[in-house]
């Protein structure tokens, strides 16, 4: 199967909000009724995949709802990459799998939210489409900051038609401003969750040198 198929899956879901809900459902039916009300992100993941007929690629050791464990399915098959901006850039791509970190690191411990990539902006950002974000399927803009790492599942189909990808969702992206026909508050919050990014990156990157100056001043 493709990952179109499993984009297909990720925007039918768009709005889903609340838990339970069809995708805890479904996972509880199989796994037990503690999921009925469990964090939903990567339970997502695993109903996306399964729907699209791309399970076994998606989750090679089968349904999972822990994020660290399914960072690990990707690590041990040689396809995770760490959440740089460069890699983000390079290998990043429609149906990919992408893990968070909220404290900003790039340990697959300390994962502490998943999505899927719809498009590669190609600034160390991408967009993309998450369960369980403020309890609800969105779409969301993603940087460096907040990205702990991500693999690109065995897709029988590695390249996606950006025309498919956005479907009716018309969003423009330039140079990592983004316009819509209609400024909705959702994309007012969506702006402001990017800049948000963008600071904690350039907070982290200032740590960093006053970190290397204080080294310095100590010799």
């Given at each position: 199967m493709t990952a179109a198929r499993m984009l297909a899956e990720a925007r039918a879901a768009l709005g889903m909000a609340g838990r339970p809900n069809q995708i805890t459902r479904e996972y509880a039916a199989r796994h037990g009724s503690v999921y009925l009300f469990a964090p939903w992100c990567n339970m997502?993941?695993?109903?996306?995949?399964?729907?699209?007929?791309?399970?076994?690629?998606?989750?090679?050791?089968?349904?999972?709802?822990?994020?660290?464990?399914?960072?690990?399915?990707?690590?041990?098959?040689?396809?995770?990459?760490?959440?740089?901006?460069?890699?983000i850039k390079r290998y990043a791509k429609p149906g990919t799998v992408i893990f968070f970190d909220w404290d900003g690191r790039d340990d697959i411990q300390a994962i502490d939210h998943v999505g899927i990539v719809e498009r590669n902006l190609d600034d160390g950002r991408v967009q993309t489409i998450e369960g369980n974000t403020s309890n609800s399927c969105k779409r969301r803009v993603r940087?460096?900051?907040v990205i702990a790492g991500f693999w690109t599942p065995d897709y029988e189909e590695d390249e996606v038609d950006v025309?498919?990808?956005?479907?009716?969702?018309?969003?423009?992206m330039n140079k990592g401003e983004?316009?819509?026909?209609?400024?909705?508050?959702?994309?007012?919050?969506?702006?402001?969750?990017?800049?948000?990014?963008?600071?904690?990156?350039?907070?982290?990157?200032?740590?960093?040198?006053?970190?290397?100056?204080?080294?310095?001043?100590?010799?």
């Open positions: 997502s993941i695993t109903h996306w995949a399964r729907r699209s007929g791309n399970a076994s690629a998606v989750l090679p050791a089968g349904d999972r709802a822990y994020t660290v464990w399914h960072a690990q399915d990707g690590e041990r098959l040689g396809r995770w990459h760490k959440g740089t901006a460069a890699n940087g460096p900051a025309n498919d990808v956005w479907h009716e969702a018309r969003i423009t983004k316009t819509e026909s209609k400024r909705s508050p959702a994309a007012m919050l969506q702006e402001l969750e990017t800049e948000q990014d963008r600071i904690k990156a350039t907070l982290k990157e200032l740590g960093t040198k006053l970190d290397q100056v204080l080294a310095l001043l100590k010799k």
